[in-house]
């Protein structure tokens, strides 16, 4: 089975902060990490995915095998970072149907 | 990229009666997906709408509660039957359109209340 935890439901900081939005996961086949992000009003978008090793609005993830672990970082928090993050595990294999599996998600607020 | 929409954005209904929600990508995509986000909980997966075949269910939901049409590449639709307020929920569908396995687009979701 795939599980992802997000153990952080809420986290505040200030603006120009760093932040850590935490995220492990469970699966025994290669897993395929990804950040989504819902800001206010506005519906779930791809923020960022593991294989790419992209940075996206000044954030970055590293996918951490050892500790399966798949931590979203941002040096210097944004106002405008303020949102629901959610860490998603897209797992396949043995060529059956892989589906994407959701943690509870972490509600950032960064403060003025 | 894919551009999604939803009918009806929210709706509040009586216990016992169903509800079917429309589901619209401006392109033609292969997987299309339905999920509940239950009040303060995550996303989970309904299930798997593939056009040309059965959908494909996750554990605990069943085709008689939530029957899905795929007609073609473009639509889709789920319906809740004989609602209860447990029934409460957003019901968002996504595609799946992006490079990689996982990377979806999701439309702005369905608020359904159930009274």
Redesign the interface.
Known sequence: AQRVTQPEKLLSVFKGAPVELKCNYSYSGSP?L?WYVQYSRQ????LL?H?SRESIKGFTADLNKGETSFHLKKPFAQEEDSAMY?C???G?SGGS?????????TLLTVNP | SAVISQKPSRDICQRGTSLTIQCQVDSQVTMMFWYRQQPGQSLTLIATANQGSEATYESGFVIDKFPISRPNLTFSTLTVSNMSPEDSSIYLCSVEAGREMGEQFFGPGTRLTVL
């Open positions: 395929e990804f519906r779930l978008q791809l995915r294989i959610y998603a595990l897209s396949s149907n892989y589906k994407l599996t959701f943690g509870k998600g």
